[in-house]
Each structure stands twice: as C-alpha cells, then as structure tokens.
C-alpha cells in the first residue's frame, strides 16, 4: 500500500465526540505542583528513564494556563492550600487532578495540626496513587488511568 | 572543646551568679546550666561581654506539663574563640509566661524568640516586633503546648473555598 493511497483519495468517519477524546487523551499536559519528595519521582517520570512522551505526557506546564491535570505531589499544608486551589482556578476546563503519595492522598504520617489531612478537602481528585513515594510507574498508570477516564467522558457538552 | 576551658568557664560562672545558678549538668558534651529567671538578662550580656559567646545558635521552648514550672526556654550559645557551646536554661511559670528579650545582646534572638511565642505563647518584653512568625496572626491556640489536640482544632485554620470563583 503506498502513501498515496493512505493520504490520497482515502477517508474515514467518525464523531467529533471520538476525535476530540483521542486528542485529549493523548496529550495529558500535567501541571506539577511539587510540594515534597514526591516530587523527585513526578521528575523521573517525566525524565528518559521512565519517559513519558510516550503517552503524551511529558510537556511539564508551569503555567496553569497550558496544563490539562495537575499533579500533587507531596504534602499540603493549611498555608499552601490558598495557593494550590488558586492555581487549580486558573487552569482551564476540563481538568483533571491527581494526588500522588499518602501525603497528598490523606496527610499519611503527616497527622498534625498545620498539614491538610488528603487535598481532596478543597479539590477534586480524580485519581489516587498509593505509596511514599510512589515510584514513577505508578505515576504513568495514574496517566493512564486518567486517559481511560477521559476516553469514557462524554467530551462535547449537547444542548438539551 | 577542651576540658580545662570547660572547667575554668563553669568556675567563673558559679562566681558570678552564686546561688542564682540553680543546677549544672556536665555529663553531656557541652555544660547545660541552669539558672533564676531574674538573671537571665544580665547572665547573658555577661556571658557574651566577658566569656565571648558571641553567637546563639538557636532558641528552644519545652513545655514540662508540670504544675509548677511548667516552661522551659534553653538558649544555645556558641563562643567561636574557645570554641565552647554552652546550654543556658531557665523556667518560667504558666500563669504568667514572660521573660525579658535577648536581642539586645544577640539581635539573631529576635526570630527565635517569635517562633518560642508562636508555638509556646511565651511572651519576651522588650522585644521589638513580637508578632506569630508561622501561623496566621488571628490563630488563637499555641501549639506546641500539650493540651492542645494532635489535629488542631477544627476550623482553626481556613481552608479554600472549593467552589470556583467564575460558576
């Protein structure tokens, strides 16, 4: 089969619904929000080693403008929750949000007065990952996860 | 550290304050003394003027949970000269939880004792700007003391507001 035939004449359906879920689950922009050790790990797993532009994720956006689901990474303290929760309004729907590390997820050995015991107190988590730290596969899975995730999302909104 | 420096520093010091240094501990690698309240201020102009302790490393605040002397506040100083360390501590009461300032002497004391008024609400007269160092000014509680809840107390401390400002 040539090229020409591929690029040619050739033509395929589908939904617009389909192509935009393939688009955005395929270029998974995260939006780092390093807090703690945990960060090290969200590092290497956009690093060469664990690499993962292979699932279009490895466009680190520091602005929140450019990023598509932020992932916390470490502990959050009482303080620094005004700052995430600014942050998380102003990346721009849809986005998603990924708590990495007990820290993150429940406050893990952090059980103090100062530190938020789990970010899903003031933001919507879509995905937890277990570990202290996680290690940067189950990073890549969270992505994976939440690819599915937006795979099975219904992407346009349909007026009623 | 030399012991002989040691031991003609802890000599000097029982000179000077005689009844007023109420216990001496020697046994850890640096002389941790023990002193009145009342001393404190001029002990430690003293101890910088005369025995060169130019230095305070830091500022600590304990609480005993004990009836009486229920504060603890341990000055770490440091004389580069001799290169001696030296642990001063005094005890103050809970109802009424005041001791004079050291920056004056040293001006690195003015943080620490911010943080031992932070966490302890150990007060410092004298002290210049003696406001909370970590926790919002309007916090109620001093933490570190131990009656007060390994969690905090719930609506201490304010949490975002999880509803987004543009729906």
């Not at chain 1, 700052?83 to 952090?110: E, F, L, N, Y």
């Not at chain 2, 809840?149 to 999880?162: D, H, I, K, Q, T």
């Amino acid at each position: 089969m040539s090229l020409d035939r591929v690029m040619g004449e050739g033509y395929f359906t589908t939904t617009i619904d389909a192509l935009t879920k393939w688009g955005r689950s395929n270029s998974v922009w995260p939006m780092p929000m390093g807090l703690a050790c945990c960060a090290i790990e969200m590092m290497a797993f956009a690093g060469p080693k664990y690499d993962a532009a292979r699932f279009g994720s490895e466009v680190f956006r520091f602005s929140p403008r450019q990023s598509d689901v932020m992932i916390v990474a470490g502990w959050c303290t009482y303080k620094m929750s005004h700052a995430i929760r600014r942050v998380w309004d102003q990346m721009p729907d849809p986005k998603w949000c990924i708590a990495m590390g007990a820290c993150a997820s429940t406050g893990g050995m952090h059980r103090c007065y100062g530190v938020v015991q789990g970010v899903d107190n003031f933001l919507p988590v879509d995905y937890y990952i277990s570990g202290c730290p996680p290690r940067p596969e189950s990073v890549i899975n969270a992505i994976l996860k939440i690819q599915d995730k937006i795979k099975e999302q219904q992407s346009l909104a349909l007026d009623s | 550290m030399n012991t002989e420096t040691t031991d003609s520093l802890l000599q000097d010091i029982r000179e000077l304050l005689g009844e007023d240094l109420l216990e001496v501990k020697t046994d850890y690698a640096y002389p941790l003394l023990r002193i009145k309240r009342d001393r404190l201020h001029d002990t430690c102009r003293s101890l910088k003027n005369t025995f060169h302790f130019i230095y305070l490393n830091e500022i600590i605040g304990t609480d005993r949970f004990t009836s009486e002397e229920r504060f603890e506040v341990i000055y770490h100083l440091v004389s580069l000269r001799n290169r001696q360390r030296l642990f001063l501590k005094v005890r103050v009461e809970e109802e009424e939880p005041v001791l004079p300032t050291v920056t004056d002497i040293w001006k690195s004391a003015n943080w620490n004792e911010r943080e031992v008024y932070d966490m302890f609400g150990i007060s410092f007269e004298g002290h210049s700007d003696l406001r909370r160092i970590f926790l919002p000014e309007d916090f109620k509680y001093y933490p570190l003391r131990k009656e007060f809840p390994l969690l905090g107390v719930p609506g201490s401390l304010e949490m975002p507001n999880s509803t987004p400002d543009h729906d």
